[in-house]
């Protein structure tokens, strides 16, 4: 499972690290939290949690090459991020 990330398009991966949106949002003030050593009293925690779940929430990335996106669809197959031209086990 670990390994189908290499059979998309290189300029996908930035949107294959998860597919649940909350679970990004979540990550940022985690993230936040370990770098302040801690974020102090409640109501800094609560104020810090409600900016940057608002923050991270306001828009979605736009999806970068989407011109790869119909490959995809279609089942073209991708090998380390790059294109496979012609797929082992077919005759050329």
Do not use: C, Q, W, Y
């Not at 409600?50 to 828009?59: I, K, P, V």
């Amino acid at each position: 499972m670990l390994l189908a990330f290499h059979d998309f398009p290189a300029e996908h991966r930035l949107h294959l690290r998860t597919t649940i949106p909350m679970e990004g949002t979540f990550s940022t003030v985690k993230r936040r939290t370990k770098v302040t050593h801690g974020s102090g009293s409640a109501a800094a925690s609560l104020a810090m949690v409600f900016t940057l779940t608002g923050s991270a929430l306001t828009r979605p990335r736009a999806i970068i090459a989407r011109h790869l996106v119909a490959l995809v669809r279609n089942g073209t197959r991708f090998k380390n991020g790059h294109l496979v031209e012609h797929p082992e086990g077919t005759a050329a």
